[in-house]
């Protein structure tokens, strides 16, 4: 491969600014660095921009087959979208109404919880996912003396020494499954539940009386209207596609089957070589975002520093695969009246979850008369073996589980298996101080900063405001 140094011609503004990975974070700090007068080029690896979101169709009808909503309580994403012309497409879920799998039945997910944690027993005790001493042990919580909470606790651990361990592996476990694909006895309270961390921080000992009043701050502080989620018409993919749009429209380049290999400092600013459709090449920059998953931000980093390799390397990640199925609306008997369901894992199923895509999303079921869309998803951290299988047998367990859910026999006329292999990074107990650690190390090389889903939160509008914070921190280093 020839070796050539490219330059990026056009007019030199605040200076230039590589930015390593197309994924929604490193298009949000693309998108922020233009319009904050930087020239931008995205080097993303793949032929496809938009990482972990991804638009495309089954049976002729669109989908998501990778994240499909975007938490509405949060700005940054909706208003995003609405920045990049997407406005007019958000739509929320046509029903909210989730279920649980679990104890051989289909169970409406019951209301009054904080990621599954109780804050009123009420529907918990009518809703049939808790047994009679799984409920009984829940009034322990006003009797026990105060569990010790320290710097930070696994989420699940400090709910079990409060509630039991029945109310973790029947309901926070499921939950936390769908936005982590994680254990909760290793993910940390102060990142899945922060708001909740605090109020037990600084308030009594029982657990349930905590949840409620976490509930009613969060009620004063802000009363919310509107949806909590978001999606796209046409799917959460096109997001990342329309920011890239943009991002070209105030100058920048965005190259696709570019992959950054190495970065270095010059004297200058920074080298990176590429390998792209025309080979290999040195691409020359003053600055660097570096918004890759965290074993790819590693490897960039090992020349430079040591150090920020070494605990990007220590984040774990968990594999996802998703199977999207496709079936004629006549086979179907009707689906339950909720969007999908969760599974706990002790319940000892293959998938973990499934949408009923068709029902959640209206631009799904208005897209066809006679096709409906619904997905499973198998996989959490730890079970790395559920992926081993091929995609037939994905496929298989799918439509097994789905029919002793559901009782759906019917044999789809399409079939899609996404797999994502290192999917989503873990937050164990311990990660915040990991992050910091890396902000530390990466804050001595000057003009360069990290984004994406390993550091400030897995979620969409999470990683874009770390996309933002990080393009305003190389903005005010070219500025200096
Ligand atoms: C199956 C699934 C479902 C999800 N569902 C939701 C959901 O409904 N709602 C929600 O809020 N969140 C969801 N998430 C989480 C969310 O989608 C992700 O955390 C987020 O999209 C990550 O964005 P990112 O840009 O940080 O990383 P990525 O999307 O991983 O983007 C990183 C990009 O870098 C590129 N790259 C890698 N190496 C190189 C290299 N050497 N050079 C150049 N480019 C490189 C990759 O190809 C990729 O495009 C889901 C995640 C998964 C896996």
Known sequence: MSEATVSISRLRRQ???????????????????????????????????????????????PVDFGAESMLARRPEAVALARQVGLGEELQPPATAQAALWTRGKLHPMPGGHLMGIPGDLRPLSSSGVLSAAGLARLTLDHLLPRTPLGDDVAIGEYVAARLGHEVVDRLVEPLLGGVYAGNSYRISMRVAVPQLFETVAHGGRSLIESVRKTQRRAAAAAPQEGPVFMGIRGGVGRLP???????RA????????????????????????????????????????????????????SAESPAAAAELAAVEYAG???????FR????????????????????RMIKASTFASRKWAWIRDASSDTVVLRTSI????????????????????????????????????????????????????????VARIREHVAKLPGLAVCGAAY????????????????????????R
């Open 250 to 301: 105030e100058g920048a380049e965005i190259r696709d089957r570019t992959a950054v290999r190495e970065l270095k400092r010059t004297v200058r600013g920074w080298q990176a070589v590429v390998d792209g459709p025309d080979g290999r090449a040195v691409l020359e920059a003053d600055a660097v975002v570096l918004s890759v998953p965290a074993p790819v931000a590693s490897r960039l980093l």
């Open 15 to 61: 200076g230039r600014v590589l930015v390593v990975g197309g994924g929604i974070s490193g298009l949000a700090a693309a998108y922020e660095l233009s319009r904050g007068g930087a020239e931008v080029v995205v080097a993303e690896s793949a032929e496809r921009l938009g990482g972990k979101l991804y638009a495309g169709e089954i049976a002729g009808v």
């Open 329 to 348: 609306r006549r086979d179907l008997l009707d689906l339950p009246n909720s969007s999908g369901f969760l599974v706990p894992p002790v319940d000892g």
């Open 320 to 326: 996802i695969a998703l199977v999207t199925m496709a």
């Open 379 to 434: 996989g959490r951290h730890g079970k790395e073996q559920d992926l081993a299988w091929e995609d037939t047998d994905l496929v298989r367990f799918s439509r097994e589980d789905l029919e002793a859910a559901i009782g759906l026999t019917a044999t789809p006329v399409a079939v899609r298996v996404t797999r994502w292999d290192g999917g989503l990074p873990q937050y164990p107990v311990g990660h915040l101080q990991r």
């Open 456 to 479: 400030d939160g897995v979620g969409i509008p999470a990683c874009i405001a770390g996309a933002h914070e990080a393009a305003q921190r190389v903005l005010n280093s070219l500025r």
């Open 241 to 247: 596609l329309a920011v890239a749009e943009a991002c």
